[in-house]
């Protein structure tokens, strides 16, 4: 299972903790680990979520998506089924905008 990381500093790091062992967190804060460790890393902390693969996972809506890829907010555009021709030819900070405008949970 996927899980994300709220604190920016550990993107792109491999931190040890406690009994779950080490979590490697890619460039964007997203570190995949067995369905146990995830458990265990829930109930030791508070700044490890569950990823879903949208904004919702950290809260932080613009601040999460805005370290995302292009092809990423792409592709949670494509995910919502919003319109193409709104979206396609945005640039990256006004494609987070958009997303965080016409997404709602």
């Not at 555009?77 to 405008?101: G, I, R």
Request: aromatic fraction near 6%; proline fraction near 2%; avoid cysteine.
């Amino acid at each position: 299972m996927k899980v994300v990381t709220t604190l920016s500093h550990r993107f792109g790091q491999t931190i040890n903790v406690g009994e779950s062992g080490e979590v490697s967190f890619d460039e964007n804060g997203i570190a995949e680990v067995s369905e146990e460790q995830a458990a265990s890393l829930f109930s030791e902390t508070d700044t490890i979520l569950p990823y879903e693969g949208t904004e919702e996972a950290t809260g932080s809506e613009e601040g999460h998506l805005g370290k995302m890829t292009v092809k990423e907010l792409k592709q949670i555009a494509v995910d919502a089924e919003l319109p193409e021709a709104e979206w396609n030819s945005l640039k990256k900070d006004d494609l987070v905008q958009y997303l965080v405008d016409n997404i709602k949970e």
